[in-house]
């Protein structure tokens, strides 16, 4: 029964917003007496890369999607930003992780309620990745080296799969995960993001779109071993209408842009001659896509419980309210 009390309160939760998506929707397509069709989506998979700053060059040239112009100024200043840091040994990537952003709950609900919310759900998704690898560049054993990032962008991939096997770039975000000029905080900033086809459905093909990057990490005081978060932010939400074409923004790179993180911790003793202070980052995207207005009404009827969500979907349905 919790399960299926999580999912309602999802769909409640989500409702007020999805409800502003279809209304705008409406109001935006008021004179036009064209008929409206529905966006679908394929099947995808999502990769985290963590870009070091001597490899970031080949890092964002992997797969550029087609819409980025690699000699545009705009470009030229994201490779100046994640080309910071020098390479040590290759990286560790974790598997891939990618799915709906719920699944339809059937346990004890009546077949017309598991119906509405089995629809509904393809209006949202969340696809994720994660990849780990030493944040630190190897320097002097001395305790007094200034710490210095050899890891300084993060880049998330989502592909679709086409029917010829290969894949084509769905959504492309790129991050900063630099040391701030005091090297006393990460400043955790968006560069760029593309999206050329959405993880989930849309009836007018506008979404609701935000991004949250975590990083977790395991370290020891000198008696004692800890694991924990890190930090856990949304680092951006947009309003996206995809039915004009691809979708692609940068975002500023000043020094008072983005928001200041905690460090990667030190484990005591930790050997500064090689590569330090581990971490596993996550980056997680929800998308949501305007629905039915009668899929939004049948799902406040179904019952209230208590469950939270995530944090990246509440902020994804307040970017939904923007959408226009």
């Not at 705008?24 to 008929?35: C, L, N, V």
């Not at 870009?51 to 000699?71: F, M, N, S, Y």
């Not at 040391?179 to 900033?189: E, F, G, N, Q, S």
């Amino acid at each position: 029964m919790a399960t299926a009390r999580t999912g309602a309160w999802l769909l409640r939760s989500l409702a007020p917003a999805l409800l502003l998506v279809a209304a705008s929707a409406r109001a935006g397509g008021a004179g036009d007496s064209t008929e409206r069709q529905v966006f679908t989506f394929a099947p995808t998979r999502a990769v985290l890369v963590l870009i070091t700053g001597a490899g970031a060059a080949q890092a964002l040239a992997d797969h550029r999607p087609g819409k980025v112009d690699a000699a545009s100024a705009a470009e030229a200043e994201l490779l100046r930003e994640c080309a910071a840091g020098e390479p040590q040994r290759p990286l560790a990537q974790k598997g891939f992780l990618w799915a709906v952003a719920v699944q339809a709950w059937r346990v004890f609900l009546h077949p017309f309620a598991v119906s509405v919310r089995e629809e509904l759900l393809k209006y949202a998704s969340v696809s994720s990745a994660s990849a780990s690898g030493d944040y630190y560049r190897a320097g002097e054993p001395a305790a007094s080296t200034a710490l210095n990032e050899r890891i300084s962008c993060l880049r998330f991939t989502r592909y679709a799969a086409t029917g010829s096997g290969s894949d084509d770039v769905a959504l492309d975000f790129v991050a900063s995960v630099r040391l701030d000029t005091p090297r006393d905080a990460i400043r955790l900033r968006p560069l760029r993001l593309f999206i050329d086809q959405a993880g989930a459905k849309s009836v007018n093909g506008r979404y609701a779109v935000a991004i949250a990057v975590r990083a977790r990490a395991v370290w020891r005081d000198e008696f004692a071993g800890h694991s924990d978060q890190v930090f856990d932010e949304n680092v951006a939400s947009e309003a996206v209408d995809l039915k004009g074409g691809s979708f692609l923004k940068y975002y500023p790179t000043d020094p008072t842009s983005g928001t200041r993180e905690p460090i990667v911790p030190i484990s005591f003793g930790s050997d500064r001659s090689r590569d330090f202070g581990r971490v596993e980052f996550a980056v997680s995207v929800a998308e949501l896509g305007a629905p039915p207005a009668t899929l939004t009404l049948l799902a406040q009827l179904l019952p209230t419980p208590d469950e939270n969500i995530a944090k990246v979907l509440v902020s994804a349905a307040l970017a939904g309210i923007r959408v226009q």
